[in-house]
């Protein structure tokens, strides 16, 4: 096999030499064409003008860096008329008209820039032996022309944020082919409905519960069927319920001194009065802020004049005047601590006869522990009062009585996603209090609701339900359906969700965060469109696979009413 052949170039180029020197291989070229047609009228060229050097990178070859040094010919057109009196010859399928590099060149770097970022990507590039900046990998980027938009007829449509709680954008899922169908740069009803009219073969549109893409399905594809995401139907109703324990703090407070073993509140040291005076106090002055704020803003008073006056930042002004009755005053709790995922496993090793906090120290060192060893004695101190009686977990987190957040995300769970100290907790909570277990019974029924999608029957017992518990909380949210109530019906009943939505939301935050104030939405469009993945529908058994490779290794988290993330929330509804 010759050189040319190896490099695979076109057959009206041949090597003249190559050259090898420390910054690598130079191969020189030159065209053997007997003749060239003029690019303007197509005529022959009638012979050659004058000779000149291209020098042309392509992609590495043998690990070294390849550069290609073209012989063009500049050739006279013979046709008097053509306003193109000389022009010089193309090879095409190699390089185009004036470009530095090969067309192979080219896109081995736009596949590198899509998959990664500019800096990264001209980082692999040049240990490649392909040297390039980050400026150009994202031109050639952006280079790319966007995919064609397909056909979709299952649409899963949220927001993705540019900038969290100031900025939005709007991504639209094929939930039947398992891909991203388009990505916009702001979240508008304007736009999504464009997007819809677009796409008339849209049969159902998942959604959560937000009015803009409500308005926008309606209007956009008023021929779809539009389903509301069991995700944030659990999500919102485990709000209502954060809500009704917000309002019944003491029966969870009640609850936990009864697992500890203790009916009456610790009594109260001379530095705990102090501080709940200079606690009371501080809340009285905010109230007397939010009072003065409010009567400056009525009396006319604009909004900056108010914050000199009061002598507080503008923004704070404004958070003031979002609400017009004073704050409620809610004590912080710590509510995590490096050793409370091993309590349990010190009360058990206590009960056992483990007393020297050294040894238990040890002990869950092995487990993955990384505190200290006097947080260890601070708690085998705690345990020591009850002498030869058992002791539980909850004798130690008495001071940490599980918030309304926390105790709502525990109730929404299923009972075999929970831990044995959070089923313990519910159980006396439900003792403790007949409202509090109606609440849990509810929740369970509407989790089940969900997960089995019984449909409008069982989403009208489970209503008729909540009316009948003179749960106030529960029944705001469930009025609060009615203003949706077909979608809110088709999500109990269909088995579309907007899973595989969030899903490619982690993808497209990820993307952006890589790639952060580089090109702005062009680039992060085409990463999030032309990436490799992009058009792979992966199948069931596929994604069962990538779930088990992706599963994060066990870990002790035995805290039963430690802080929870909001997502556990919606677990049954998957």
Known sequence: MDIASFLALPPTLTVDRVERSTQGLTVHLSATASAVSCPRCGTAGSRVHSRYTRTVAD????????????LVRKWICPLDGCPQRIFAEQFAGLVRRYARMTDR???ALQSIGVTTNGADGANLSSSLAMLTTAKTLIRRVLELPLPKEGSVRMAGIDEWAWKKGARYGTILVDL????????LPERS????????????EVKMVSRDRGKIFREAASHGAPQAKQVVDRFHLQKNFAEALEKFFGHHKRVLKKAARQLAGKTLPPPKTTATRHIEQERKRRYAERVRRHKQIWKLFRAGYRKEDIAQIVGIGSRSVYRTLEHEQPPTRHRRHWTHHLVDPYVSYLAKRWNEGCHTARELYE????????????AIERIVAQFRPYGTKAVTKQAITLQKVP????????IVRPEKSRTADQTTFIDQLCKSDPTAASAYHLAQAFGSLLRNREGKPGLEQWKGA??????PELIDFVEGLADDAEAVINGCTEPWSNGMVEGFLNKVKWIKRSSYGQAGFPLLQRRVLLHPKASEALSKEQRRRSCRRSAPPPHHDASGTGSLPMSVAAVSCA
């Open 59 to 70: 992609l590495t070859c043998v690990g070294q860096r390849l550069t290609l040094n073209l």
């Open 105 to 107: 060149l080219i896109k």
């Open 176 to 183: 039947e082919h398992r891909r991203i169908a388009d990505l």
């Open 189 to 200: 009803v304007e736009s999504s409905t464009a997007w819809f009219k677009k796409h008339a």
């Open 363 to 374: 002990e869950i060192v092995a487990q993955g522990y990384t505190g200290s060893l006097r």
């Open 403 to 410: 918030s309304p957040r926390t105790t709502a995300l525990m």
């Open 466 to 471: 909540v009316q009948a518990s003179g749960i």
